[in-house]
Nanobody, 122 residues
């Protein structure tokens, strides 16, 4: 069974920083794009940042210059460094990955993590 496990969320004061990690495990053949999404109370889930296997990135305008996404392909892990956090960054952050399995390496599936809560106090 393939799963994504996030870690690194918590409570931080405005202006502070956090680093989220998301590790994929299981019978994985290959992971293409990985990304971080977030969902604040009463709002829709939105893309925060995404990264291709080759390292190309894109960010939501609201986090540009503050957040950095990176990945370690050897560890099947994606990171999100969040600096200069604002109260409006408060949300549950979800990891997402497009992956294929050893048993069916040519078929890509989408996987979500369980989410990690980030709370930024003012």
């Amino acid at each position: 069974q393939v799963q994504l496990v996030e870690s690194g969320g918590g409570l931080v004061q405005a202006g502070g920083f956090l680093r989220l990690s998301c590790a994929a495990s299981g019978s994985i053949f290959r992971i293409n794009a990985m990304g971080w999404y977030r969902q604040a109370p009463g709002k829709q889930r939105e893309l925060v940042a995404a990264i291709t296997r080759g390292g190309s990135t894109n960010y939501a305008d609201s986090v540009k210059a503050r957040f950095t996404i990176s990945r370690d392909n050897a560890k099947n892990t994606v990171y999100l460094q969040m600096n200069s956090l604002k109260p409006e960054d408060t949300a549950v952050y979800y990891c997402n990955a497009d992956y294929s399995t050893i048993s069916i390496p040519y078929r890509y599936l989408e996987l979500w993590g369980q989410g990690t809560l980030v709370t930024v106090s003012s």
